[in-house]
T-cell receptor
Framework: EAGVAQSPRYKIIEKRQSVAFWCNPISGHATLYWYQQILGQGPKLLIQFQNNGVVDDSQLPKDRFSAERLKGVDSTLKIQPAKLEDSAVYLC????????????FGPGTRLLVL | SQQGEEDPQALSIQEGENATMNCSYKTSINNLQWYRQNSGRGLVHLILIRSNEREKHSGRLRVTLDTSKKSSSLLITASRAADTASYFCATELYSGNTPLVFGKGTRLSVIA
């Protein structure tokens, strides 16, 4: 079974530029998550989708972050414009149905904003 | 606010020793999960323990849950250098289809 795929693995941009991350969850998984993990901390949920609907985006900085999950499969997370404090690893995860089940994580995208 | 808090923040042991990490949480939960993260990689699910369970085993891992104290522990027996990683507990903020909240993790170093 293929795992969660993410791209790119690394990205370096300057502040005020825009960036997009892509995630392909495990086939058949209804729920998809984007997390932000700052160095030395645990992952913080940014947004949770169930199929193509948003379940929770309470911690997503909506003035600069956006995410979509078209057709309930792949997802993209965008930051526009980026700030220095956005430097972090962006993790995508998926689970079969519900958040309390096992979540399967991708390798993450390491973003550095200069 | 942080739901799960791991303790200690960092732990260094010799290969072959046992490692114990603790997690305390604030609100009632349906289940608690432990994840491992090797440096520069995504998280890997280790074990899920439900609120009506007190202990669970998986290979060299033993997890306990004390809902009266709102705490859990992860024991790794006969540790190996490959166990070097960060370990996170994750709990739900409140019941229902709600997000998991991760703690800051315990950084385990196993010295060969």
């Amino acid at each position: 079974e293929a795992g969660v795929a993410q791209s790119p693995r690394y990205k370096i941009i300057e502040k005020r530029q825009s960036v997009a991350f892509w995630c392909n969850p495990i086939s058949g998984h209804a729920t998809l998550y984007w997390y932000q993990q700052i160095l030395g901390q645990g992952p913080k949920l940014l947004i949770q989708f169930q199929n193509n609907g948003v379940v929770d985006d309470s911690q997503l900085p909506k003035d600069r972050f956006s995410a979509e999950r078209l057709k309930g499969v792949d997802s993209t997370l965008k930051i526009q414009p980026a700030k220095l404090e956005d430097s972090a690893v962006y993790l995508c995860a998926s689970s079969l149905v519900r958040a309390q089940e096992t979540q399967y994580f991708g390798p993450g995208t390491r973003l550095l904003v200069l | 606010s942080q739901q799960g808090e791991e303790d200690p923040q960092a732990l260094s042991i010799q290969e072959g020793e046992n490692a114990t990490m603790n997690c305390s949480y604030k609100t009632s939960i349906n289940n608690l999960q432990w994840y491992r993260q090797n440096s520069g990689r995504g998280l890997v699910h280790l074990i899920l323990i439900r609120s009506n369970e007190r202990e669970k085993h998986s290979g060299r891992l033993r997890v306990t849950l004390d809902t009266s104290k709102k705490s859990s522990s992860l024991l790794i027996t006969a540790s190996r250098a490959a166990d070097t990683a960060s370990y996170f507990c994750a709990t739900e903020l409140y019941s229902g289809n709600t997000p998991l909240v991760f703690g800051k993790g315990t950084r385990l170093s196993v010295i060969a």
